[in-house]
């Protein structure tokens, strides 16, 4: 990428799709970065060649594992609370469709190597059960979604319980912050009106 390509702006979300993808990166993303930052700050000066040793790489990749079916909980649930205004009087006509998605994005990934099949399909089990909670109660404020999340992301912090500090609040404003700014760029980049209508029409 040359240096202007820095500056180019995304691309809008525009079908499923596109929607599909930006769940998918935006998971990842939301359960990776805190995970990698935290156990680099922890290292301090032996970061580096911490991060290297294959004891700490087989935790981080099981760890990412992990979390990322809570990535997808709470990317759900969050487009879901941007799409509700749009939902008319029926919100499940837009949450369904949306389910299977956001469990299409998980499926696209085989059973990770680290996991086991029946840990695999008990993570989208709970997945699939988050995602059919979010109707019995009102759309959260963005900041609120991942607080019943935070302890167990925390937990999942492949670095060795010794070297815990008391950082579980900056690990779920860690959590709250990037949910924000995920839900300001999918509004930059997507009409939410038109993607409940696309949804909607995939509701049968």
Known sequence: MGLFGLFRSK???????????????QAAFLI????????????????????????FVETANRSRWEGYPLGLAMLGEMIEGVLAPHAGDDRRA??????????AVFDRYPVPPLLTPEE???????LA??????SVHP???????????????WN????????????GPT????????????RDELIKRMDPAAMAGILRARAG
């Open 11 to 25: 691309p809008p979300i525009r079908d499923v799709g596109d929607l599909a993808d930006f769940i998918d990166a």
């Open 32 to 55: 990776q970065k805190g995970m990698y930052e935290y156990a680099r700050a922890r290292s301090g000066p032996y970061a580096k060649s911490m991060m290297q040793e294959p004891e």
């Open 94 to 103: 837009v949450l369904d469709p949306l389910i299977r998605l956001v469990l």
């Open 120 to 126: 695999w399909a008990a993570a989208r089990e709970e």
């Open 129 to 134: 059960l988050h995602l059919e909670r979010i």
């Open 139 to 153: 759309p959260k404020r963005v900041i609120d979604i991942p607080v019943p999340f935070a302890v167990r992301y």
């Open 156 to 167: 999942l912090m492949p670095i060795h319980k010794s070297m815990l500090s008391n950082d």
């Open 171 to 182: 690990s779920r404003s860690f959590l709250q912050l990037n949910l924000v700014h995920m």
